[in-house]
């Protein structure tokens, strides 16, 4: 059963940076993912896939403030230079055959 | 600029139905798979279905399969999600999203999202 799982929430300072978490369920830890930002009151947008050996894809427009990495199970996305946009809700995305899954969403507090 | 264009908000009665649809622009539809995604007010974002129009290939969620139809009509590059026997926890925004087709199937473009209302 396919299920990717985030913490709900997460805080960092303004220009700090901050590393949220997605894990993958047993024996789909060689899956990639897909990250998603949601800021207030504004529909999601797509910010990178992270595959399992680290690397990752970015599109368009997403700054290089914003990278993916891996390790095992977990796909990571790290923000720097935290600025107060970045305040938003962040998803993780995976699929399977036939099947697309989100984890619950991190929700992400720049103090 | 590649987009996709939802209809607009909707304000349904019990039991009755909704059809929302989505329109590409500035990119070549049947290279592409779609998929619809809800988010309930102050929820997470959850999988409805998905389609591949280019060989009409569909799958649905399994909570939604009875009662969710996903269609496209490749001559207008428009992908439509109608669900019928809504009830108020129907209530969400409803996205609509263009998938890659290949090794990786991550959601790449996001509709604007429609209001869906379910009240009497």
């Known amino acids: 059963h396919l299920v990717v799982t985030q913490s709900p929430s997460a805080s960092a300072s303004l220009g700090a940076s901050v590393k949220l978490t997605c894990t993958l369920s047993?024996?789909?830890?060689?899956?990639?993912i897909a990250w998603h930002q949601q800021q207030p009151e504004k529909g999601p947008r797509y910010l990178m896939k992270?595959?399992?050996?680290?690397?990752?894809r970015k599109g368009d427009g997403i700054p290089d403030r914003f990278s993916g990495s891996s390790s095992g199970a977990e796909r990571y996305l790290t923000i720097s230079s935290l600025q107060s946009e970045d305040e938003a809700d962040y998803y993780c995305?995976?699929?399977?055959?036939?099947?697309?899954?989100f984890g619950g969403g991190t929700k992400l507090t720049v103090l | 600029q590649e987009q996709l264009m939802q209809s607009g908000a909707e304000v349904k009665t019990p039991g009755s139905s909704v059809k929302v649809s989505c329109k590409a622009s500035?990119?070549?539809?049947?290279?592409?798979?779609f998929s619809w995604v809800r988010q309930a007010p102050g929820q997470g974002l959850e999988w409805m279905g998905g389609i591949i129009p280019v060989v009409d290939t569909i799958n649905y969620a399994q909570k939604f399969q009875d009662r969710v139809t996903i269609s496209a009509d490749v001559s207008t590059s428009t992908t439509y999600m109608e669900l019928s026997s809504l009830r108020s926890e129907d209530t969400a925004v409803y996205y609509c999203a263009r998938v890659l087709v290949g090794p990786t199937r991550e959601f790449d473009i996001w509709g604007q999202g429609t209001l869906v209302t379910v009240s009497s």
């Open positions: 500035g990119g070549t539809f049947r290279y592409y798979a």
């Open positions: 995305q995976t699929w399977g055959t036939d099947v697309q899954v």
């Open positions: 047993s024996g789909h830890i060689d899956y990639a």
């Open positions: 992270v595959y399992n050996d680290g690397s990752h």
